[in-house]
Nanobody, 123 residues
Framework: QVQLVESGGGLVQPGGSLRLSCAASGSISRINNMAWYRQAPGKQRELVASITSGGIINYVDSVKGRFTISRDNAKNTVYLQMYSLEPEDTAVYFC?????????????????WGQGTQVTVSS
């Protein structure tokens, strides 16, 4: 079994900062891509930022210059540092990871999701 557990969400005023964490645990051989998605009420889930195992990073245009994604491979953890938060950033944030496991003689990669953490930006 593999679990992704997020933390760090909450209520913050416009212009404020938050740091999200997502830790993977379980029977993990390797973690490939890790990413943060978000879903606002009535909207589709969107990719916010992603980071490969080699450190290649991508951001959606709306968060460039304000959000920073990073990962600690020793801790199987991905972070999302968010600065200059805006009301439009309000959403449930989900982490996603491509996790490789060894099952008997098979090497299997599956996509896993965290349970989501609420970020609310409001005065």
């Amino acid at each position: 079994q593999v679990q992704l557990v997020e933390s760090g969400g909450g209520l913050v005023q416009p212009g404020g900062s938050l740091r999200l964490s997502c830790a993977a645990s379980g029977s993990i051989s390797r973690i490939n891509n890790m990413a943060w998605y978000r879903q606002a009420p009535g909207k589709q889930r969107e990719l916010v930022a992603s980071i490969t195992s080699g450190g290649i990073i991508n951001y959606v245009d709306s968060v460039k210059g304000r959000f920073t994604i990073s990962r600690d491979n020793a801790k199987n953890t991905v972070y999302l540092q968010m600065y200059s938060l805006e009301p439009e950033d309000t959403a449930v944030y989900f982490c996603n990871a491509g996790i490789v496991r060894i099952l008997l003689t098979k090497v299997v990669e599956n996509q896993y999701w965290g349970q989501g953490t609420q970020v609310t930006v409001s005065s």
